[in-house]
Structure formats: C-alpha cells, structure tokens
C-alpha cells in the first residue's frame, strides 16, 4: 500500500515569500505529525494532529508557522514571511491510533 | 530540560560484524522508544520500538535493548550489511506511542566492505 507522501520534494524559495508544504497521510491513519529536520541534526516536533481534538502547536517555532488538516485527511504546513532559518527538511508522519507513527520522503526548504 | 542523545557521532564496522548503537534518556518517565533508520534523502524509516514494561525486543537481525535504571537504551544489529549504513535515531516519548516524539541528534553508521 502507499505510504505518507509529501509535496513537492525539493522547494526554492525568496526571504520573505509565503511557502507550502502538502502531506498526505496513509489512509485510515488518525495521527498527523510535521517536524523539521536542520542539516545533520535530529528531527524537531513542530505540531501534531490526532482526529478532531485541538491539534497539539506546542512546538512551532513562531507564529509565521500554521498548519491545518482538512477532512482528517491531507495536511498543509505554512510558512509566512519565510527566513533563511526556515531552511530545513519538513518531515510529516502519520500513525494509527496508539501506534507507531510512520514518515514521509520529506520536503527540502531553502530559503535564499 | 529533558533530551534524548546518542552516545557517539559516527560508528565505524566491518560487514559482518555486529554493531551497537547507544542512546541514552532522561525523561524518566519515557515510556516509549522507537529507533529510526534514515538513508540520505529520505524520512526516517522504523526499524524497531519497544515499551518501558520490557526490556528487550527482537526483530530481523534487530535487537533493541532498554535499562531503565539507567536510561539507556540501545539498538544492536547482526551481521551487519553494508545497506545498514545510514543515520539512526532513538526516539522517545511518555504518553504512549500516539504522541510527539523526541529525537536524539543522530548516529552515522558506515559499515566497511
């Protein structure tokens, strides 16, 4: 079956544009996770979905940072007013009810 | 505050041999670890998990192994291959495996032909 599939792969954009990330969790999995990678370093929790609760923001960085999870479904991180910093690897994962959770290929940030 | 880490940056092993990778916690009250096997330029790929009511797992080739006195926890592979080289992650979390992880930095295997 597919697994966690993320859009687009690799993105370039400028200091100060808006950017998009898309994820697509595995089917019937309830459990939605976005954490950013930096170069050799290991992977940061930024926000977590879990069905309909409030989902869990504890760890974006600031406040150019929202994501959103239509339908139970597919996940769009956003990056406002990008900065250098922002450049990363956004990872997205997904998992069953009290289950592992299981990662997508990632998108690869840069922000010249 | 609380952090998960690896013993040492990069671990170097002939092909065949076994390998042992360590990371240590200090949430004491973790009660969830996972390790992760992530090759260059893609996501993290599950290798093996274990809960804090064990203290060890099997898998293919796998073996994870946790002491909680000590918070320790550590990932041995048999016969190790030379598509084992990647970069492996403990991983950790205390509200059951359906919550947020927390990563340690990460651990280079290169495994020698």
């Known amino acids: 079956g597919a697994g966690v599939s993320q859009s687009p792969s690799n993105k370039v954009t400028e200091k100060g544009k808006d950017v998009e990330l898309r994820c697509d969790p595995i089917s019937g999995h309830t459990a939605l996770y976005w954490y950013r990678q930096s170069l050799g370093q290991g992977l940061e929790f930024l926000i977590y979905?879990?069905?309909?609760?409030?989902?869990?923001k504890s760890g974006l960085p600031s406040d150019r940072f929202s994501a959103e999870r239509t339908g139970g479904s597919v996940s769009t991180l956003t990056i406002q007013r990008t900065q250098q910093e922002d450049s990363a690897v956004y990872l997205c994962a997904s998992a069953p009810r009290g289950d592992t959770q299981y990662f997508g290929p990632g998108t690869r940030l840069t922000v010249l | 505050g609380e952090s998960v880490g690896l013993h040492l940056p990069t671990l170097s092993v002939q092909e065949g041999d076994n390998s042992i990778i360590n990371c240590a916690y200090s949430?004491?009250?973790?009660?969830?670890f996972i390790w992760y096997k992530q090759e260059s330029g893609k996501g993290p790929q599950f290798i093996i998990d274990?809960?804090?009511?064990?203290d060890k797992r099997q898998g293919q080739r796998v073996t994870v192994l946790l002491n909680k006195t000590v918070k320790h926890l550590s990932l041995q592979i048999a016969a190790t291959q030379p598509g084992d080289s990647a970069v492996y992650f403990c991983?950790?979390?205390?509200?059951?495996?359906?919550?947020?992880?927390?990563f340690g930095k990460g651990i280079t295997l290169s495994v020698r032909p």
């Open positions: 979905f879990q069905g309909n609760s409030a989902p869990d």
């Open positions: 274990i809960r804090s009511n064990m």
């Open positions: 949430n004491s009250a973790s009660d969830y």
């Open positions: 991983a950790e979390t205390s509200a059951g495996a359906n919550s947020k992880l927390t």
